[in-house]
């Protein structure tokens, strides 16, 4: 029985430390045509995703992230969806941080939680709001903190205020919805906006190089989650040319529009995915 009972009680807290989050809100692209006031805007981050379920930290796609006790410490049991983040241009460090299996303090000294939304809070985003700031204020955690929140009442406002956050050296700015309810899955009450457009694909083949790239990798062949192939022959250094990403690895590219055939247009490399992104219900 004694046996039986350990075994059951292994089995519990693996499945709890498995346990998948739940599928997050997601945005769709900003493309004008929406009443401004009726939105609030904030910066886009270049951080990992997380989502904080009032215990434990876990990533978008549902990896338990290893963070030291002390960086959760005193934290609120209220569920919150928002950014681990260093600052801007820091992704690959906040990136190779979360991905380790160890949890060093010092190492996770200068990150922080970014928060922006409460998943489990039923009202609307300006109530969440509000409930975010109390809940961060009581913590008092140096690595707990609010992504601001603004209004910009006209799209000559708007677009100003991305220029100076792309000058800046960030990405562009998240929109969302001042009425809207917490809901997983694409909304269009949350949207990105962003010089250029970026997405999700799978390497599928490492094509060889020519040329200066003669013995390296030329380009990826990539398939899209709705089953499209292309090729990605930019934004890589002479590093990543040498160890590309594996087969089956999903990366971030960027892309400006699509052409007459529905693929990406000028389809460059960003970064290496450390998940597979959720899947999207209007795909």
């Given at each position: 029985?004694?046996?039986?009972?350990s075994a059951l009680l292994c089995l519990l807290t693996w499945s709890a430390l498995a346990?998948?989050?739940?599928?997050?809100?997601?945005?769709?692209?900003?493309?004008?045509?929406?009443?401004?006031?009726?939105?609030?805007?904030?910066?886009?981050?270049?951080?990992?995703?997380?989502?904080?379920?009032?215990?434990?930290?876990?990533?978008?796609?549902?990896?338990?992230?290893?963070?030291?006790?002390?960086?959760?410490?005193?934290?609120?049991?209220?569920?919150?969806?928002?950014?681990?983040?260093?600052?801007?241009?820091?992704?690959?460090?906040?990136?190779?941080?979360?991905?380790?299996?160890?949890?060093?303090?010092?190492?996770?000294?200068?990150?922080?939680?970014?928060?922006?939304?409460?998943?489990?809070?039923?009202?609307?985003?300006?109530?969440?709001?509000?409930?975010?700031?109390?809940?961060?204020?009581?913590?008092?955690?140096?690595?707990?903190?609010?992504?601001?929140?603004?209004?910009?009442?006209?799209?000559?406002?708007?677009?100003?205020?991305?220029?100076?956050?792309?000058?800046?050296?960030?990405?562009?700015?998240?929109?969302?919805?001042?009425?809207?309810?917490?809901?997983?899955?694409?909304?269009?009450?949350?949207?990105?906006?962003?010089?250029?457009?970026?997405?999700?694909?799978?390497?599928?083949?490492?094509?060889?190089?020519?040329?200066?790239?003669?013995?390296?990798?030329?380009?990826?062949?990539?398939?899209?989650?709705?089953?499209?192939?292309?090729?990605?022959?930019?934004?890589?250094?002479?590093?990543?040319?040498?160890?590309?990403?594996?087969?089956?690895?999903?990366?971030?590219?960027?892309?400006?529009?699509?052409?007459?055939?529905?693929?990406?247009?000028?389809?460059?490399?960003?970064?290496?995915?450390?998940?597979?992104?959720?899947?999207?219900?209007?795909?």
């Open positions: 029985m004694r046996l039986l009972l346990a998948p989050s739940p599928e997050p809100m997601l945005a769709t692209t900003y493309r004008g045509g929406v009443a401004l006031p009726d939105f609030l805007i904030s910066e886009k981050l270049d951080g990992v995703r997380a989502r904080w379920d009032g215990h434990a930290l876990w990533t978008r796609g549902g990896a338990r992230i290893a963070a030291p006790s002390t960086f959760t410490r005193g934290w609120p049991i209220e569920p919150m969806d928002g950014e681990l983040w260093i600052a801007r241009g820091r992704f690959d460090e906040i990136s190779a941080l979360v991905r380790r299996a160890g949890s060093d303090p010092q190492a996770w000294r200068h990150v922080r939680f970014m928060a922006f939304d409460l998943p489990a809070h039923p009202g609307p985003f300006t109530d969440r709001v509000v409930r975010m700031r109390a809940l961060i204020t009581a913590a008092s955690s140096m690595h707990l903190a609010m992504i601001p929140q603004r209004r910009f009442d006209t799209r000559t406002a708007l677009d100003e205020e991305l220029a100076r956050v792309v000058a800046a050296g960030g990405e562009g700015l998240m929109l969302h919805r001042r009425s809207a309810r917490y809901r997983t899955g694409r909304s269009e009450d949350l949207l990105k906006y962003k010089p250029h457009e970026d997405a999700e694909a799978q390497v599928i083949a490492h094509l060889p190089g020519k040329g200066k790239y003669t013995g390296m990798m030329g380009a990826l062949q990539v398939r899209t989650p709705e089953g499209r192939n292309f090729r990605i022959g930019t934004g890589f250094t002479d590093a990543q040319r040498s160890a590309p990403p594996p087969i089956g690895t999903w990366l971030t590219y960027r892309y400006n529009g699509l052409t007459s055939t529905g693929l990406p247009r000028f389809a460059r490399f960003v970064r290496v995915r450390e998940d597979r992104p959720p899947p999207d219900p209007k795909r």
